[in-house]
């Protein structure tokens, strides 16, 4: 009668084979994360680049991070162009649109997104970054005032673009309305009406 093999023999093999298992779950993860981080960005930053050349054609400046020569391939600038597939869209953990506006305290009023983590979890945050006036510190003088709005806070996974056009759009219309109009407080007041108050901070 053939002896039984011990149950120990094959342990490994088994094991061996969850983490496999494990291994390429994780990279089918990470890849589809990167994927839709990727997608997710070259469209945000696009979006970000026509909306500066809308408020240009107002006369209003506008400057952008990352900065267009790195993102994009121009026939001629700046309206003929293509987006460059070598730029690194998926690791872009920033994007900013800033305007630059000397009048009404405007400079410095800006669209941001940031990724973060929480619990471990990647999100996506957009917010409304503006100037409230400057204070003094006994040690280290004067200080820029900054707030914040909350226009949009998600996690990867949830992230509509088509919730976030339509928030971007309603920002935008406020946004060019109070250039039109010469008034920034338009503005401001849609900021506080509509969205929930971030953080502060001097700079």
């Avoid at 309206?79 to 998926?90: G, N, P, Q, R």
């Avoid at 400057?134 to 909350?150: A, I, N």
């Avoid at 088509?162 to 007041?189: F, N, P, T």
Wanted: glycine share 6%.
């Amino acid at each position: 009668m053939p002896s039984k093999k011990p149950k120990s023999e094959g342990w490994f093999e088994s094991l061996d084979s969850e983490l496999e298992q494990s291994t390429r779950k994780l990279e089918r993860d990470i890849t589809e994360k990167s994927t839709q981080k990727h997608d997710m960005n070259k469209t945000v930053i696009e979006d970000f680049w026509k909306i500066l050349l809308r408020f240009e054609k107002i006369g209003i400046h506008f400057s952008m991070e990352p900065s267009h020569d790195l993102f994009a391939r121009f026939e001629k600038f700046p309206y003929e162009y293509e987006m460059k597939e070598t730029f690194d869209f998926a690791n872009t953990n920033s994007i900013t649109l800033t305007d630059r506006t000397r009048d009404q305290g405007r400079t410095g009023d800006a669209l941001k997104i940031r990724y973060y983590l929480d619990d471990g979890v990647q999100h996506m945050r957009l917010v409304f970054e503006y100037c409230e006036g400057e204070h003094y510190y006994k040690y280290s003088g004067w200080k820029r005032m900054y707030s914040q709005y909350v226009l949009y806070d998600m996690p990867m996974g949830k992230v509509g673009m088509d919730e976030l056009h339509d928030i971007l759009g309603s920002v935008i219309k406020v946004w060019y309305e109070s250039h039109l109009k010469r008034s920034r407080s338009i503005l401001l007041a849609y900021m506080k009406e509509t969205f929930e108050k971030g953080e502060s901070f001097a700079q």
